[in-house]
């Protein structure tokens, strides 16, 4: 699934929670591509970021 198919879930499930999952996603992949260091590595060069209240997570390389 793309984060566009997951928005249309929440939002199906209850209206309005895409639209939070979406500001969380976007706080989150703020905070890993400005400081990377924060989080653990995963797998090589992978990084994670789990999100709070979803249960969803986003990786990035460096």
């Known amino acids: 699934m ?3 198919e997951i928005i249309e879930w929440y939002n199906e499930e209850k ?3 895409g ?3 979406y500001s969380s996603i976007k706080s989150s992949l703020s905070i890993l ?3 990377p260091y924060l989080y653990q590595i995963q797998y090589l ?4 970021a789990l999100l709070r209240k ?3 997570h ?3 390389t460096r």
Do not use: A, E, V
């Open 2 to 4: 793309d984060i566009k």
């Open 15 to 17: 209206s309005g929670l």
């Open 19 to 21: 639209t939070k999952f």
């Open 33 to 35: 591509k400005k400081n």
């Open 45 to 48: 060069d992978i990084r994670n």
């Open 54 to 56: 979803f249960p969803y």
């Open 58 to 60: 986003k990786s990035i």
